[in-house]
Each structure stands twice: as structure tokens, then as C-alpha cells.
């Protein structure tokens, strides 16, 4: 192994071992939710690594970071005239995640920018390292939530009411994470400027493991939403409530997720109810209300709407026989994605000269990548996760491989910025 193969490891563990410090349960998993002290803290770890490597970090009005490496040449205005190359990812996780989703693009664009400046490498590009703000949606429910609202697909207006678990809103777990929720929104200009957005990412299935390859380019991100399902009953006593008296929620929910799954495996598609909440949620009350959480993606916008339609039908069935009051909501929908191919193409063969041979693979799993794709040419690249598991402890990729995705994403960077 090179000098600067070893240079690389040691910095990505110290760089990426300070980051898993954030959040991390003792008993396993990691908890960094938007604007929460855990994500109050991955941001100083940001501002902090991003300035060691002589990076300048800001904010923009989405509350996305942005760590800037800047081009050489400023126009007459002061302004790079140049196309932005962007690269990162995000900090924040979702409940009990893995330590690698996320942290893994933005550690790996702090790191590729390092290796860059450290050969001396002369940028003809201003280059950026983007650390997203609440990808996961796992606080309010709402993914990709700075990425969407930077591009101006997302409401301000909407989001700033929405309320977590505990009656928090968006307003003001900003406010209180020192943002100005009068300032928060789009910034078309901003996005106007990118050239190229490249995503490192692991990846969250077992497709580079089955081809014993490290690292893959990315084709696209299958359509995808959340749906709420509130079923309503009544609650009772588990005692003294005859069974052809009682209205319960919970039948209608198991109904629910048996059809998700059935009509996920007749479509070639994934479906999962890995959110419920119960009401009153007592061991020895029949509940009075479930609401449960439906987690669909599908390789095709019209299976999607075939998966959606047949759990409502399933879930209606199940709640006129059971007496119960059904509604199911669209939380969000995140439309299928084609990352560019010419920038693709442009990345494949620039890692093909370096004698790396990476596969192609599209993904199930949304990322801000397929959130700016429409406004800007993206790219993503995937690391090998052996067991394909993600948001979730588990979730692991060996050294070598993040290197390898670290030393891939310096290459297709200096190739974008630096000729
Ligand atoms: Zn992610």
C-alpha cells in the first residue's frame, strides 16, 4: 500500500472516528436528529474539519453547510464565474441508524478536497463540500428536507408549521439551532451556480457485494414516498369488551401491513410499516386509534400507484369489517430519479484511466443527489456494504472500500475542477 494510501486511512479514521463520537448510543446505533444538540454538534465537527483543511464554511438559507474550496480566478465583481463542483452528503441520521449513511459522502468530500489541496492540486472550478440538512426526515417527516427546500421544491412556508413528536415545530427548532425562520428558504442562485453535485455514499443493499466489487457509479433512484395511515376505533377494556363489540384499530393495522407486503412481492417492489403509534397504547386496553407509516418504493411510478392503491383497498376492507375509520395521507413523494449519464459517462471513464472499474447500480433509497438532479447534473458514487444493511447499527463498509469510494471521489473531482 502507497504512503498516501496510508495517509488517507489515518486521516479518514481520526476524521470519521471524531463524527461517530455524535450521537452515539453506548448500547449501539446513532441518534443525530435535525437541529437537535447531537446535529448542534456534527456541525461544529464540520465547521471544524472543513477550516483544518483551509476551507471556508457558511450557511445558506435552507441551513444546508457549504465548506468552500475556492477557485482561483474571481471576476471583475469579485464572484467565481466558473461552474460550482459540489460534493457531500449529510450529517444527520435517522433513529438507531448506522454510522456510515450520510457521514460517510460528507467526511469522504472533506477528505478528497484534503488529498487534492495536500498533492497541490490547482483548482479551475470553485469546489464545495455540502454538509445537507435533514436528509432523513426523521424529526418531522419530511426527507431530503434541505436539499428539496435549497432547490425551491419544498413549501417554506408549509414546512415551518410542521411539528415533531414532542409539538416542537420547524420554526422553531431552527430559531432555536440559530437560524432566522424568516430567512429560511430557496436560493435559486445558488443552485444556478452548480456545475456538478457528486454524492459518496454507502451503499444500502448487497448489489456490490454480490459483484465483489468495492465501488459503483450510480444510475438512478427508484420513486419512493411515506403515507400516514390513522385508523380509528374505540378504546375499550381487553377484559370485560365482547369481542363482537369491539372496534379495534390494531385489526385493521395487521391487515395493513400483511397487504403491504403482499402487494410489494407481486410487484417487484419494497413496501414496510416500521413506524407505529398506538393509542392508548395500554397492555390491557383495546386501542382506541393505531397510526402507522408506510414506506413504499418501486422501480416505476405507476407500480408505486398500483402498491399505494392496493393497501388502501386492503386497509378499506379491513376497516369495514372491523368498524373503523380509515384515512391514509401522503406524507411525501419523491419522484424516480435518472442521474446524469453524461456526467456518468465523464466519471466512468476518468475512473476507468485509473485503472477502477466500477459497476452501475441504481438505488431504492432516496439522497439529496436525487433532489438537486433536476436542477443540476449529479452523480453518485457507492461503497460496498457487505451485509446491505442500513439504518441500522449494523450497517458497516470495510476500510479498504472507503478509501477506495474516497480515492474515487478525489479522481472525479479533480477531473471536474481541476481541467
Ligand atoms: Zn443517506
Known sequence: MSAGTDRLRDEFEGCFGRLAEIGRDPAGGWTR???TEEDRLARAW????AT???????RDPAGNLWAWWPG????ADGED??????VGSHLDTVRGGGAYDGALGVVGGLLAVGELIGRG?????????????????????VPTFGSRVLAGVLDPAELLQRVDEDGTSVAEALAAAGLDPDAFGPDPARVGRLGAFVELHVEQGRGLADLGQPVALGTGIWPHGRWRLTLTGEADHAGTTRLADRRDPMLGLAAAVLAARAAAT????????????????????????????????AEEEQRLDWLV????????????????AVELACESRSPGVTLDRDLAARLDACLRARGLEPAALPTAAGHDAGALAAAVPTAMLFVRNPTGTSHSPAETAAPDDCIAGIEALAAVLEELACR
Open 121 to 141: 492540486a490547482e483548482p479551475r472550478r470553485p469546489v464545495a463540500v455540502v454538509a445537507f440538512a435533514d436528509e432523513e426526515g426523521g424529526r418531522f417527516g
Open 46 to 49: 464540520f465547521e471544524a474539519e
Open 266 to 297: 407481486e410487484l417487484g417492489a419494497v413496501a414496510t410499516v416500521g413506524r407505529v403509534v398506538v393509542e392508548p397504547n395500554s397492555a390491557n386496553s383495546v386501542p382506541g386509534r393505531v397510526s402507522a407509516w408506510l414506506d413504499a418504493r
Open 72 to 75: 482561483p480566478d474571481p471576476g
Open 81 to 86: 464565474r466558473e461552474p460550482v463542483v459540489a
Open 52 to 58: 483544518a483543511r483551509g476551507l471556508t464554511v457558511e
Open 309 to 324: 392503491a392496493a393497501f388502501q383497498g386492503a386497509v378499506e376492507d379491513a376497516a369495514g369489517r372491523n368498524g373503523l
Open 33 to 35: 436528529l435535525a437541529w
